[in-house]
């Protein structure tokens, strides 16, 4: 006879039973404009920097 054997999971299990956080609740606005500020912000210093080298 052949005994039916179930494959491990390679998925760890969350506590609780629940699903695995995937980022979906990340505040990607929030993130994606904090960036842009700071990619304005370092280009001002550049070309404030380039300024103050010319002249």
């Known amino acids: 006879?052949?005994?039916a054997?179930?494959?491990p999971s390679s998925a760890?299990?969350?506590p609780g039973g629940g699903?695995?956080?995937t980022g979906n609740?990340?505040?990607v606005g929030v993130l994606s404009?904090?960036?842009a500020a700071?990619?304005?912000a370092g280009g001002c210093l550049v070309v404030r920097h380039?300024?103050?080298q010319q002249g």
């Open 1 to 3: 006879m052949c005994a």
């Open 5 to 7: 054997s179930a494959a």
């Open 12 to 14: 760890p299990s969350a």
């Open 19 to 21: 699903l695995a956080e």
């Open 25 to 27: 609740g990340v505040p």
């Open 33 to 35: 404009g904090a960036a």
């Open 38 to 40: 700071l990619v304005g």
């Open 50 to 52: 380039r300024r103050a």
